[in-house]
């Protein structure tokens, strides 16, 4: 059976390596996969594909998708050309409500498994677009886990500027200096002066 899959986490869980090594699982088999990730942010406007990296190392080729993409479209069009037995989206909190349906539709009327990987919520501890469409649509939820430095799950993400301080506010979407560290809820709402 086909299913809308979920895998979310705070920052720095792995997610991409759990992505590369699931996608190389199907090759290795010799299935057909289909590689995505967010053009938001790394990529010309004008590019098609981009890379997904993850921290340890491993990428992979992968087509770019914006908030305009009809991934349904898109995805059809690959399957018609070759057959797909999976498709795989990193970056997936970037995702819109529109695009999330679609990748539902994509596992109900195509029969191919979509595995979608990304944050849960921002580092306002609040939820993306395209988290919360997953969280409601998926057919399987499931958490990759990451820790806080007191040794606790960590659950949110804080977003921190070049001293090391937590920012409370700022665009959702943000790629500069900033760096991202990954918290349990109570050192999260400590660093935010909560």
């Known amino acids: ?3 809308l899959y979920f895998t979310y986490s705070a920052m720095n869980a792995g997610k991409s390596a759990i ?28 590019a098609h594909t ?31 050309k070759t057959p797909l037995s999976a498709i795989f989206f990193d970056e997936a909190q970037f995702l819109t409500n529109t695009q999330v349906w679609q990748l539902a539709r994509i596992g109900d009327q195509l029969k191919i498994p979509v595995l979608c990987y990304g944050l849960r919520t921002d580092f ?4 993306f677009e395209g988290s919360a469409a997953l ?13 806080c430095h007191c040794g606790r799950k960590a659950t949110m993400t804080a977003r921190m500027d070049e001293a090391g301080n937590a920012l409370t506010e700022g665009a959702q979407v943000s790629v500069g200096k900033e760096v991202y560290v990954s918290l349990c809820r109570r050192h999260w709402e400590e660093a935010l002066g909560r």
């Open 124 to 127: 306002q501890g609040e939820l």
């Open 19 to 46: 992505l590369l090594q699931a996608a190389y699982n199907y090759r290795e088999r010799g299935m057909e996969v289909m590689l995505w990730t967010s053009g938001h942010y790394g990529a010309a406007q004008d």
């Open 1 to 3: 059976m086909s299913k």
């Open 135 to 147: 969280l409601a649509v998926a057919d399987d939820l499931r958490e990759a886990r990451t820790i």
């Open 50 to 80: 981009g890379k997904i990296e993850s921290r340890i190392g491993l990428q992979a080729e992968a087509h770019l998708y914006r908030g305009e993409t009809d991934l349904f479209e898109a995805i059809c069009a690959q399957h018609a």
